[in-house]
């Protein structure tokens, strides 16, 4: 292997799994990033929810997540099958590939690496989703377990236990979901070590504008200060007086 090929192989492995603690480091320090954001916005979700008298609502914004969790693993399976085919089609492949002007691969070895990263970061993303759905599920128990009606001083109780159940799940979701811009960039690694940096590089710029600085982020971010802003004013005032006997 080129030493090209083994900086820009050390660039994407740090990029990526580096990328997700550090961005969660930095949404506690300092805040403003989507997924930061979208833990409170969750949390403030389920305490809400347990105050509902009818909760079907919840139940099919949950189950669309859930739903949006099988398809991506069931087209992740077949991206991964794929993958896999090509990697062990032998002789015949290699040679298909290596006739093309694109493709920059000296050697049968390194186009086995190059399709193999592919296939594990497409792997990586498929048991995020898989646990994603099973953690969503538990979610969905949970939330049909919860007493109704719920006394109010029980409600922000329930509702963190739930979201510590929802944030997870959806967190897991957002895991797979990063997976296909890895497994793109892993691919760029067909075409030359300069264009696998350059694509890994572009990954990690475009995943952080989105959680930064794109208008769904900002967006989001007002959200959750509109939601805090509205809870702190909720404690400032305290409960509601009991109504009145009829």
């Keep these: 292997m080129h030493p090209l090929d083994i900086i820009a192989l050390g660039v994407f492995a740090v990029a990526w799994l580096l990328y997700e603690p550090l961005i969660t480091a930095f949404g506690k320090r300092r805040g403003g990033v989507l997924n930061t954001d979208m833990t409170v916005i969750r949390s403030a ?4 929810m347990t105050g509902r008298e009818v909760r079907l609502m919840d139940g099919q914004l ?3 997540a859930l739903n949006s969790a099988s398809f991506f693993a069931s087209s992740n399976l077949l991206l991964i099958a794929a993958s896999a085919g090509a990697l ?3 002789d015949s ?3 298909s590939v290596s006739a093309l002007e694109v493709v920059r691969t000296s050697s049968r070895l390194l186009f086995e690496m190059q399709l193999a990263l592919v296939l594990i970061a497409l792997a990586r993303g498929l048991l995020d989703f898989i646990w994603s759905i099973r953690q969503l599920n538990y979610c969905l128990a949970a ?4 007493p109704d009606p719920l006394p109010e001083a029980d409600r922000p109780t329930y509702g963190a236990v739930l979201a510590r159940l929802l944030n997870p799940a959806l967190g897991a979701f957002n895991s797979g979901v990063r997976g296909y ?3 793109l960039a892993a691919a760029a690694w067909l075409f030359g070590p300069w264009s696998f940096m350059a694509a890994t590089l572009g990954a990690i710029g475009l995943l952080l504008w989105r959680q930064r600085s794109s208008p769904a982020a900002v967006a989001i971010h007002d959200f959750r200060n509109l939601l805090e802003a509205s809870a702190a004013s909720a404690a400032v005032r305290g409960p509601a007086p009991p109504s009145p006997p009829s």
């Design 143 to 146: 939330m049909g377990a919860t």
């Design 88 to 90: 062990f089609g032998g």
């Design 93 to 95: 492949t290699f040679r």
């Design 45 to 48: 979700w389920m305490t809400q």
């Design 181 to 183: 811009y890895f497994a």
């Design 62 to 64: 949950l189950g669309h």
